[in-house]
Each structure stands twice: as structure tokens, then as C-alpha cells.
């Protein structure tokens, strides 16, 4: 058929669909969770820094008004996918997501670049949107007459873009306040997901009523001349014009990482095969809807050139003059970001709870708590990575790699679908991508499946490419995390994961003796 399924052999071995229902049928945390609470963990974890601080940076520096547009490209890569994660979780509904995914289709080397790729998607990504809350919350504070000295608000290395050229900046500074709000997050993790997310769900209701109110009373405001031209001219590179509108859709994809946040929580779904497809669409149309209303209404209200801050709310609401409406606005974010650390945390925990319950990773992050059921010892040194990730490194540098990892991930999630569809065509699955397909020498190709590659490598590219002309322009430091990033991944699974995996050790059991 033109697909292997070799399934235990060295860096091909992969899991069987068999073992996925054997290991669904064991696991060991609770299911406590049912549609409403996953749709709230997916609007929770996606509504956040995207909206609160990247739509600023990405419009000010690469698209202008045509971020709307930008959010649309990244909007179409991102339903797509949805649909595809839709489908594996109806026939998949385990925790690891991804990881498990590619652990079926690609093999445990594969699984385990996934899973290193998924860290960047909500590990890292929790540390732009901890920049976020910082910003917000130092603005919050400064409204009452406290000030948070510089030294403690932002972080260890800073960007500044001089026309189309980045410069880094590194001083003896750390954003504490970012990395607080991580540790107190970390905490909610450990005692319990079902409790936690009745709070998540309180808080996701507030941060859509906020931007609600910021949308009705800044409609009133709007200047259509700032929506004009809707396309900046082109200044060279990815400033403006065509190649910007990309550029910013590359940075917001970051503003959708969290939807399929649901998806990690297959274990603890009630009715997985049935809640997890209906969480993660619906969480994704909601967050669209609510990101294109409220940027529309943002660019309107104040030039887009201002944007470029980690508080382009802020910025807006202090230009309306609504005194009461500026707190209200801080308030909603510096509480919604909350959440959004929250599902992203989550989400990470449990990709490294199931890596760890395959022998990928060390065994401390499987590790449950005896009262509440939640994995503690792992969750507590996520966190404090991810603290010292948000203290150090800059949101511009961070936004990049993330949505790297995002589209990469979610490029293997669709090429999955085509997987499974041809090697086990007859699994049962609940929800299946709409739209059919083509054969080419019997083999299914779906059209949604590649329509999403298609927009993952779109969405890539232009990331690829910054980072390649940035290291020739003297600014080495993204290709040099990223090049630190993948060698440390190698290594953990070089030296570790590869020993340590239990399908190895599985298949070493049953293999004959010579």
C-alpha cells in the first residue's frame, strides 16, 4: 500500500492502534470532565497574549490594518488542523495528543520530536503570555500609585527592530513578576484539574465579557482613517505589503496555540470520543470570531504604529478616555491571562505525564499525588522551567519559536489522519474530516488533511526565513535557541528516551531468542 507498519523495530517502532485502546482502558487519572468544561478550556487557554499583546506587535511591525486578513490565514491553518484533531481524538481519545499521534503514524522518534515541539507550543508559549500578564499587571498597578521598577518587569534579554534590522540587548534585569504568576498557576495545577477548571470557566466568561464591553464602546470610536491604506506599502522584507500580511499571520498563530489544548485532556474526558471533537471545533470558532471583532475594533481606535507595546489594549482604552473602562480592561486581562497559563500548563503536564508513562521521559513526571490525583513532582519542575524561560527571554523571540512548533505539530497531527485512514480504514471513529479525499495508487490523500500541511508550511516559512536573513544581518540569537533547542531534544532521546522507551523494552521481551 505504500505505508509500512513495522511497529517495533528500532526508530520505526511505533505503537499499535490496539495498544492505544488497551493503554485508553488503563489509564490512570480521573475523567471529571464534560463539553462545556473542555470548550471552556479551549477558549480558556487560547483567548489570552494572543489578542492582549502579539495583534499589536504583529500589526505595528509587519501587516497594519491588514492584520485582519492575517488572522484569517492563521485562522483557515488552524480549522483545518481543528478538523484533523477532531478525528484522531474520536478515535484516539488518549492523553499525549500529538505525541500519541505521531507515536502511531511516524514512530517513537518521531513522537518524541513531537512531544519536544509540543514544549515550545505550550511550555515556551506560556512565558509570552506571562510577558503579557506582566505588562497588564504593571499597568494595573501603576493606576493605583505603585511602581514596579523595571529591573523586576522585564526580562534578561529585550528586541528592538530599526526598520527591518532586530537587535538584542542582554542586562542584568528578570521579570519577576512574569514568573510569579507562573508559580502561582503551577499551584492551582497541582490540586486538582476539576476544581481548577470550575474557576477557568468563571474566569473565561469575565475575559469575554471584557473584551465584549472594550468592543461595544470602542465601536463608537473608530477613525476609518487609521484603517487606511488597508495595505501598507512594501518596505523590504516582511515590512508590510504581501509578505507582511504572512509574516504577521506567522507571529498571531501564536494567538491560537490553546484550542487544541483540549485534546491533552482525552484522559479525563467523560465522553472523549464524543466531547473532545466538539471542545476543540467550538473552541476554535469562538476565539476567531472574538480575535478579528476586537482587532477590527483596535486598529480603529488608536494608529497602528502605536501598537507595538506588551498592553495594545491598554493603549487603546487609556485613547478612548474612559477612565473606569482602562481598569475594567486590566483587570479582564491580568485575570484571563490566568486562565490561559492555566490550560497551557495543563495541557504541557499531561504531554509529559504520558511521555513519561512510555519511558520517554524520567519517570517523576508520571508521578501522581496521593490526595488529588494530578502529577505533581513533574508539574512543580515544569514550572519552574517555564518560570525561568518568562524571567529571561524576550516575547519577540519566543512568539517565533512557538508558532515554529505549533505548525510543525500541526502539520504532523494532519499527515496522521492520512495514516491511520490508510492503514486502519475500518477503526471506528466518531467524527471523521468532512470533505473526502483522492487516491494515488490506492493510497486516501483527504483534502483537509492537506489543505492543512499546506497552511502549516505557509504559516513556517516565513519563520524559517526571518530567522535565516536575521542571522546574516548579525542577529544569530534565534537560530542559536532554536539550534540549542533541537541539539537538547537529541540528546534527551539519545541518551534516554531511546533506552528507557516500553514499547522497546516490549517488543525486546517478545522478540525470539537467536
Known sequence: MGFSSCPEKGRSRRKSLERIEQENGAQRLTRTLGPLQLTMLGVGSTIGAGIYVMTGTAAANYAGPSILLSFVVAGLACLFTALAYGELAS???????????????????????VGWLLLLEYGISCAGVAAGFSGYAVSFLQDFGIHVPSALSTTTMQVALDGTQRHVSVAGRLDAVGAASILVVTGLLILGVKESLRINTAIVFLKVGVLAVFV???????????WTPFIPPHEGGFRYGLPGIFRAASIIFFAYVGFEAVSTASSEARNPRRDIPVGIILSLLICTAVYIVVAAVLIGVVPWKTLDVADPLAIAVNAMHQPWLAVFVKIGAVVGLCSVLFGLLYA???????????????PVFSILHSRYKTPWIGTIVLGLLVAVATATLPIDIIGDLVSLGTATAFGIVCFTVI???????????????????FRIKGIWLGYVPLLGILFCLIMAAPLFIDIIMAVFSGDPVPAVLLAAYILCGWASYRFYGRSHSRLG???ALTEPAP
Open 216 to 226: 461595544g464602546l470602542g465601536v463608537w470610536q473608530i477613525h476609518p482613517s487609521y
Open 91 to 113: 478515535a484516539m481519545p488518549v492523553s499525549g495528543s500529538a505525541y500519541t499521534y505521531a507515536y502511531v503514524s511516524m514512530g517513537e522518534a518521531w513522537a518524541w520530536g
Open 419 to 437: 495514516w491511520i485512514r490508510n492503514t486502519a480504514p475500518d477503526f471506528p471513529r466518531s467524527f471523521s474530516v468532512p470533505g473526502g479525499g
Open 505 to 507: 523494552k516490549d517488543a
Open 348 to 362: 504541557q503536564s499531561r504531554i509529559f505525564f504520558a511521555m513519561a508513562e512510555d519511558g520517554l521521559l524520567m
